[in-house]
């Protein structure tokens, strides 16, 4: 059987001095105090896992969403730059052809569907992508070429480092902490934590994978090998 | 009427090139060897050696001179022509050895249709990867690949549909694919005469095997229709992410074998087989293939039958380390006959190890050793040994450059 992914949750001790100190800070200092959210993402072996997606939703208070932004994917040597992209709902995306030779573009994802005609430089505008989900990218004369744009309607989102970690600043509340990876064997559903960040000003939340991911792409096979 | 078809395919091209207002892409490579062999006469030269250069094929020769084009022509169709010059033609100075029209829509809902018109390889090779259907493991391709490139071909239709699972969250692509041809009734001429073989010449399209005259093949044609009944060929293939392709392909070029040639007295040949393979990559640069194919040819003049059933399995092991690729790979092939002398019957076995260099896009380095022990009582009756052991060494430089290589 395997383990199910882990998760921690810091808590002060709390008690009456934390609770009085919490009360200053909050008649000091204004309303949402923050506190700092630390994910952690591991492999099943215990690894530290790099470039993972993080997204932290509120489930208390008014919604909220992450600003809009406008990103830009490259195609550089027959490759996509960067092979992911994390984006807030309502973006914008460009997607420059750097190579000498003409790419076309395409996605059948749900999130959004759409090509790009054959084309290389930048003649086309910028994609809006208006529905959050997974859209995987792919064009449709470089077989091996393929990327991931995750859409999010999450208002915190980021990757994790080097190390496995992300952090961000939040106000005090309940979350929801969801991961992805394009390359995850399980389901996302099993990989969301919900946790209360209170007290204390940290809280830390450490996320393992019950399957190994599966194998990353091929990185020096020549581009002028058939796929 | 099918000289014509060169210059009208060129043609082509070209005005679809000023039509389009689209770039052509185009390659040119001249790839010269220095060869060291104690082997027979190839096929091409009228022997029965089984490597593409003979002993007296010894020292500088062409490889192949190659002129690739591709021409996208508006949003979703392409032309694509590969021509290339072997110094071992046999009084064909040129010719394509692939001219073909690709039609390729945008996926849709996971799905993708693709389909090829012209003259192409059908997809069997795990090995000939390369451009211009050229092996990046070895100089010598496999047996099975070998007798592809001498006198297989598709002249026809060719519709793939794809699953593209990798694009949906899944880790498998999965493809069908089905084609019908003609001129290819000649297809088994060399593998009966000759057995197979290992060499990197690859017949042009409607281009001559063997020497005129010259016996047993002299100077015949692969690429004839003879009983105006279409071939046909269907074929799977599997894939896991970009780690690993399965492919299972059954072709039958459904020749009538009593047929002859009117105008030449070309017998029509009835072959047909079945071939499977899977290749592995893995990190670090590993690859590994296996190949394996099984097929029968039969000719019937006269209301006699004669047939040749025919073998060869593969395995390959390649390493990349920066632009260095070491390879090695075995091969096992036989042919049998039902000729009152066995006439055309062959088994054996070889080795071949490569150390390929590519010191920049532009220039190729490499190091080749073919060895091939087999049998042979064509040979025989020829007055050579009935086991013969033949030994190449080929020394390669390339020199390529095109608008895509940088």
């Known amino acids: ?227 | 009427m099918l000289s014509g078809l060169r210059p009208a395919a060129l043609l082509l091209v070209l005005l679809a090139a000023s039509a389009t207002g689209r770039a052509t892409d185009w390659q040119l490579s001249l790839d010269t060897r220095l060869v060291s062999s104690d082997a027979y006469p190839s096929f091409m030269e009228g022997g029965l050696g089984t490597v593409r250069f003979g002993s007296g094929d010894s020292g500088v020769r062409l490889g192949r001179l190659r002129l690739a084009l591709s021409q996208p022509l508006g949003e979703l169709w392409s032309a694509h022509l590969d021509a290339s010059v072997f110094d071992d033609q046999g009084g064909s100075v040129a010719g394509l050895t692939e001219a073909y029209l690709l039609f390729r829509p945008y996926p849709f809902a996971g799905y993708r249709f693709r389909l090829k018109a012209g003259g192409f390889y059908p997809p069997v090779s795990l090995e000939n990867r390369a451009a211009g259907w050229e092996s990046p493991y070895t100089l010598s391709y496999s047996a099975i690949n070998s007798w592809l490139a001498a006198e297989v071909r598709i002249i026809g239709l060719e519709g793939t549909l794809e699953w593209l699972g990798t694009r949906s969250g899944h880790a498998f692509d999965l493809g069908v694919t089905a084609g019908v041809f003609g001129w290819n009734d000649r297809a088994g001429v060399v593998i009966a005469n000759n057995g197979f073989v290992f060499t990197d010449r690859q017949t042009p399209l409607f281009g001559r095997v063997g020497q005129p005259g010259v016996a047993p093949l002299n100077g015949a044609e692969p690429f004839m229709e003879i009983d105006r009944r279409a071939g046909g060929y269907a074929g799977l293939e599997a894939r896991y992410l970009d780690r690993a392709v399965l492919r299972v392909l059954r072709y039958d070029n459904r020749a009538d074998p009593t047929d002859i040639d009117t105008l030449s007295h070309a017998i029509a040949w009835d072959t047909r087989f079945t071939s499977a393979g899977l290749r592995l990559e893995a990190d670090h640069g590993w690859t590994a293939i296996v190949q394996w194919l099984e097929g029968v040819t039969t000719i019937a003049p006269q209301s006699q039958t004669f047939n040749w059933p025919f073998q060869s399995t593969f395995a390959l092991l390649s390493k990349r380390f920066g632009r260095s690729t070491l390879s090695a790979r075995y091969d096992r092939f036989a042919v049998q006959s039902n000729v009152a002398d066995v006439y055309g019957s062959q088994d054996g076995h070889a080795w071949a190890a490569a150390y390929i260099f590519d010191a920049d896009a532009h220039w190729r380095f490499a190091l080749e050793c073919v060895r091939v022990i087999s049998s042979s009582t064509n040979r025989e009756e020829q007055g050579g040994p009935p086991l013969a052991t033949e030994t190449q060494w080929q020394l390669a430089i390339r020199y390529a450059l095109g608008s895509t290589i940088h």
């Open chain 1, 1 to 227: 059987m395997r383990p199910p992914a882990r998760a921690y949750c810091s808590r002060s001790s709390g008690g009456a001095v934390g609770a009085l100190a919490a009360l200053c800070v909050l008649l000091l200092a204004g309303p949402a105090p923050a506190a700092t959210l630390v994910v952690n993402v591991h492999t099943p072996d215990g690894h530290a896992l790099p470039g993972a997606v993080v997204t932290v939703r509120a489930l208390d208070g008014p919604a909220r969403h992450a600003t809009a932004v406008h990103a830009v994917m490259d195609q550089v040597n027959r490759s996509f730059a960067p092979d992911l992209l994390v984006i807030p709902v309502g973006s914008t995306v460009e997607f420059p052809n750097s190579d000498s030779v003409s790419h076309q573009i395409y996605s059948f994802s749900p999130a959004k569907r759409f090509q790009l005609p054959l084309y290389r430089g930048k003649p086309y505008p910028p994609v809006h992508f208006d529905q959050a989900g997974v859209v995987t990218l792919g064009c449709n004369i470089h077989d091996e070429m393929l990327a991931y744009l995750l859409v999010t309607d999450a208002p915190w989102y980021g990757r994790t480092n080097d190390g496995g970690g992300w952090s961000v600043e939040v106000p005090r509340g309940r979350y929801r902490v969801a991961l992805w990876h394009p390359r995850l064997r399980e389901d996302t559903d099993e990989l969301e934590r919900e946790l209360t960040v209170g007290d204390s000003d940290r809280a830390d939340l450490t996320l393992r994978l019950s399957k190994p991911l599966q194998p990353a792409p091929l990185s020096d096979r020549p581009h002028s090998w058939d796929y």
